[in-house]
């Protein structure tokens, strides 16, 4: 079995792929190619056997696992009665966390709002093990609205959680008390007072950090550093894996051992706590996967039986793997077992390094060239500055912060006034490197779009990565071929989008507010009309939440980057409401903006004056434009039809951008927010308009897309942008009937999410991320 | 699974999980300690003879034989692929006359890729033993050598009288020794023009190599070569 279980653990992969993804057919066939390879590279028809018998049975489990996550609950129950799961997350005037069903594996997401400031304390003392029932509205969580996009609702389902709760205090029942728990919910208990404790004791810059490098918990960091850590390729640093766990467990066993215990006791000690420090430090895939590979090592010393790394870390793949198959699908599970297992078989790389600082720089650039197609392929971006930074900021972490984290949380018990000199000094290195990390990220931190690259992609860079790696073992020259190609394809990928020859235009689905992007093929321009943008209501300081939405940074940027998109030649805001500005925030700091078209009338409101400078600021140029401006990129033509030169229209909406345009003879109608008066003008001045595609005014507003101006266009479709179950009740129903009696094809973002209209070879295709 | 042992040292294989030894199709032959012990022969060495010299160029020995009547420009080059030293002599003499036949196997890749480096298009030819030595030993240690190479090799020559063992004489001996040993088989055709590589197990002064190739010039070849697996 020496060395073989790594052909098992290749065999669990594709097993668990084949029974969860929906490839189903490609995984199988891969299989068997790479079963395949493998048995004819081990010149061994038992290895075939072997593979298709550990692949079948993983699938069968995998298959089985997946069955039972099913729900008992529908959604007629009001009241649902459990354990509390986790530690409760507090943000502003909510409250969210699971719930552990009795007598099922299911658990329930309970997001609780508090109308009353004083009610907050109650859920405060809320803990892991707490027996509650509460009384709510049930709903199934959200799936992804857009496309390229995070799914929520599978993210949910991956952890066993298949209903969401709404309770508001006060209004609905709810009642909790403390229960006795099993030593689990103790553990979790502990944790929750650990994270409790840091924040009542940590200076507030160094709480975040603390809390991710000593329990694993990341929500206490402020959103900007977060951002800045995950975009720069350093986020891997706030995850509890084998530095920290050999930090823990060499201090224990030195420690035992110095007070005299005999490493066999010690060995058997670290096996009992380290599981305990695992469930501590949160229990993310990295610190199981790291705390899994170090209880082998102890078994096989304290057994004293021959372990090889590669057995190791196959091992714990495939016990994490058969514990919760859906793993296999965790960005945080890929990563941590493709840089581990790319260190391990690179040992003998590594020994031809003769010093010490080669050495590390080889770990550094081997983990990032190893990890650079999965980071691709989840986020879509890659930080050119990643290597430099990681090969100045580990040593950091793991030589000074780390261990000052460790030692000022037990100081700290002992003696605040201690404490309170290492504080100062820890903090302020923090502060600094977190503003140098801020820093770097708002000037673009050297950031490449990608885009989201194909499955197929991938595995071309892992068969590439794998012989350059061979070569290099075996210091061929030829390495240098391998580099070239490898290089070469992550070019491919980069340029992709100038060899595409499609046209597309996506009504992005930012909820309430409209968001539409135009793509001409080749990347010959592309266009943004408006952003998006969650209007809020005033609030009270205490109800004010950290994580507000924001569909610029959440959806548009997201969307543009999975195309690849860097540079947006235009940016229309067709008028002043935040609803249409709002994301745009995000889109001119994140993107390279040409020019931004704003209708040429009287600037209305500070807010959108500042966010008019903020654009120009990030590089944007402004251009104010009115009816009879016009552009074109070949045949494609752009013809602005709205407000007048004087933009003398009643309201803010009805001096709306509105473009006409003509893209393979398909003629689209942009229309903003125009309200029925402007509609009244266009019939008027330009008798002659047709739409093929209208965007109907005002997200289905009653005062916009009226029969005269239906009847007039003469649409075959019609794309209402507005949120789900919005609070304004649109699209109206009037507005559905005009259109309905015009014969007009509606389609709707608040019931059908994102509509991609997509033109190659030779008509159009339309999309729907969401189907009713 | 089978066959996973080092083929010198028997100790198991799959220990050393590098990237070669997870995924390349090739199956090594040998541990990473025997392979180390391997010293293959590179550049500089001598052009005509690989021997190791402290610059690419022709060493003492090919200049001799260059300038010496009767043997100048019979042998066009001699690659050998690894340095004879007391670990190799060790290998050989288990090959050879301990009849370990497998052991050749180790050679294999580099036999290959060096035939397709230097020899692209010639004929390998063994260099044969009489009668009396393959009765005693059981095999051609050259001709299972040359089994390796990508292209079949052809017995062309046949020793004539049997020669007291090579090994067994000093330099001068072997020089002075039977002028005429190989000759062409009788059923083989004229070998116009064409380039002859001789396959052998040591290089050590090039004398048998020479000798081997006199009758294949004769015979009308264009040109003949050497390889060998060690350089003494």
């Given amino acids: 079995m020496r060395g073989q279980s790594f052909l098992w653990a290749v065999a669990a992969c594709f097993g668990v792929a084949a029974a969860l993804s929906p490839h189903q057919g490609l995984i199988i066939s891969s299989a068997f190619i790479v079963f395949g390879y493998l048995s004819f590279k081990n010149r061994s028809f038992f290895t075939l056997l072997t593979l298709v018998f550990v692949g079948v049975c993983t699938f069968i489990w995998a298959y089985v696992y997946d069955e ?90 991956e952890q066993g959680v298949h209903w969401t709760l709404q309770h508001v205090h006060g209004e609905d029942e709810m009642s909790c008390r403390e229960a006795d728990g099993t030593w689990l919910t103790s553990l979790k208990q502990w944790r929750h007072t650990g994270i409790r404790y840091i924040e009542d004791v940590f200076p507030p810059e160094l709480q975040g950090l603390a809390a991710a490098l000593l329990f694993g918990e990341r929500s206490h960091m402020e959103a900007d550093t977060l951002e800045a850590y995950q975009d720069l390729g350093i986020i891997h640093l706030l995850a509890i894996s084998g530095l920290h766990v050999g930090i823990v467990s060499g201090f224990l066993f030195l420690l035992f051992v110095r007070s005299g215990i005999s490493r066999e006791r010690v060995c058997e000690l670290l096996l009992l706590l380290l599981p305990v420090y695992a469930l501590l430090a949160g229990a993310a895939p990295s610190v199981l996967r790291a705390v899994l590979m170090t209880c082998f090592v102890l078994l096989c010393f304290r057994f004293r039986i021959q372990l090889q790394p590669i057995d190791g870390i196959s091992l714990a793949f495939l016990v994490l793997l058969m514990h919760d198959p859906y793993l296999l699908f965790h960005v945080g599970f890929q990563l941590s077992f493709t840089i581990s297992f790319a260190l ?124 350059a790696l061979i070569l290099f073992e075996k210091r061929r020259k030829t390495v240098i071929f391998a580099i070239s190609l490898f290089v070469a394809t992550a070019i491919f990928q980069y340029v992709q989008p100038y060899v595409d020859g499609q046209l597309r235009v996506t009504f992005i689905d930012v909820g309430q507010g409209d968001s539409i992007l135009i793509e001409l093929p080749y990347r010959q321009a592309v266009y943004l009309i408006d952003g998006g943008g969650t209007v809020m209501f005033p609030r009270e300081d205490w109800q004010e939440r950290e994580q507000q939405p924001d569909p610029g940074r959440q959806t548009v940027v997201p969307y543009l ?76 033509t752009f013809q602005i039809l709205h407000p007048t030169r004087h933009g003398d229209g009643q309201t803010d909406n009805d001096d709306s951008i509105v473009i006409d345009a003509n893209m393979y003879d398909t003629r689209w109608l942009f229309t903003g927010d125009l309200e029925a008066e402007g509609e009244q003008r266009l019939v008027r001045e330009y008798p002659h308009l047709r739409a093929d595609v209208l965007k109907a005014g005002h997200h289905g507003s009653q005062t916009s897309t009226t029969q005269a101006f239906v009847e007039h266009l003469e649409p075959t479709a019609a794309v ?45 295709k339309v999309e729907r991320k969401v189907s009713e | 699974m089978r066959h996973d042992r080092c083929l010198q040292c028997l100790s198991p294989l799959n220990t050393n999980a590098g990237w070669e030894a997870l995924f390349s199709w090739k199956k090594p032959m040998l541990c990473d300690e025997c392979q180390e012990k391997l010293r293959p022969l590179t550049a500089p060495w001598c052009v005509h003879c690989s021997r190791p010299l402290p610059v690419t160029e022709s060493c003492g020995d090919c200049e001799r034989w260059a300038k010496t009547k009767n043997w100048s420009g019979l042998l066009t080059r001699n690659v050998s692929l690894f340095l004879y030293d007391e670990h190799l002599q060790e290998v050989l003499s288990a090959y050879k006359y301990r009849g370990d036949v497998e052991l050749a196997k180790m050679f294999a890749d580099s036999l290959k890729q060096t035939y397709r480096k230097y020899f692209k298009k010639s004929i390998p030819v063994p260099i044969p033993l009489s009668e009396e030595r393959l009765q005693e030993r059981g095999f051609n240690q050259a001709a299972a050598l040359a089994e390796y190479l990508p292209v079949a090799y052809k017995p062309l020559l046949m020793r004539r009288v049997d020669e007291a063992k090579q090994s067994k004489r000093s330099r001068h001996g072997r020089l002075r020794g039977h002028v005429r040993p190989f000759a062409v088989r009788e059923d083989v055709k004229s070998l116009t023009g064409q380039h002859i590589l001789l396959i052998d197990d040591i290089y050590t002064t090039g004398t048998t190599l020479r000798k081997a190739a006199i009758p294949l010039l004769h015979h009308g070849a264009g040109q003949v070569s050497a390889l060998t697996v060690a350089r003494s």
């Fill in chain 1, 68 to 157: 039972q996550n099913d729900t008992v609950l529908s959604e007629h129950v009001h009241t649902i009665q459990g354990r509390v799961d986790n530690v409760p997350e507090l943000d502003g005037d909510r409250i969210s966390f699971f719930l552990q069903l009795p007598e099922h594996n299911e658990r329930v997401q309970v997001s609780a709002r508090v109308t009353e400031e004083d009610a907050l304390a109650a859920f405060q003392q809320l803990n892991p093990g707490h027996e509650c029932t509460i009384a709510g509205e049930i709903s199934t969580p959200s799936s992804a609205r857009n496309f390229n996009a995070f799914d929520y609702q599978n993210y949910l389902y």
């Fill in chain 1, 344 to 467: 391990i078989a690179s040992a003998a790389i590594f020994r031809q390094a003769k010093r010490r600082i080669h050495q590390f720089m080889l770990v550094s650039m081997l983990a990032q060239v190893i990890s650079f197609p999965l980071i691709v392929y989840h986020f879509h971006t890659y930080s050119l500055v990643s290597l430099p930074l990681n090969i100045i900021y580990v040593p950091i972490v793991s030589l000074i912060i780390l261990p000052m984290v460790w030692i000022l949380f037990f100081l700290s018990m002992l003696t605040t006034f201690l404490a309170s000199f290492w504080f100062f000094l820890l903090e302020n290195i923090v502060a600094f490197l977190h503003g140098f990390f801020t820093f770097l990220h708002q000037n673009g931190g050297m950031i490449a779009v990608f885009g989201r690259p194909s499955g197929v992609w991938v595995i071309a860079m892992f068969v590439i990565i794998i012989v």
């Fill in chain 1, 561 to 636: 980057q999975s195309l690849g998109i860097r540079h947006v030649d235009k940016v229309i805001v067709t008028h002043g409401d935040y609803d249409h500005y709002g994301g745009l925030f995000a889109v001119t700091e994140q993107m390279d903006v040409g020019t931004l078209l704003y209708p040429r009338v009287e600037v209305d409101g500070p807010a959108v004056e500042a966010f008019l400078l903020h654009a120009r600021e990030q590089g944007a140029e402004l251009a104010f434009v009115h009816e009879g401006m016009h552009w074109s990129v070949g045949a494609y």
């Fill in chain 1, 720 to 764: 209402i942008s507005a949120g789900k179950d919005n609070r304004y009740n649109h699209p109206h129903p009037d507005v559905i009937s005009n259109l309905e009696e015009a014969d007009v094809h509606i389609y709707r973002t608040d019931l059908q999410g994102a509509i991609r209209f997509v033109y190659q070879d030779t008509g159009w």
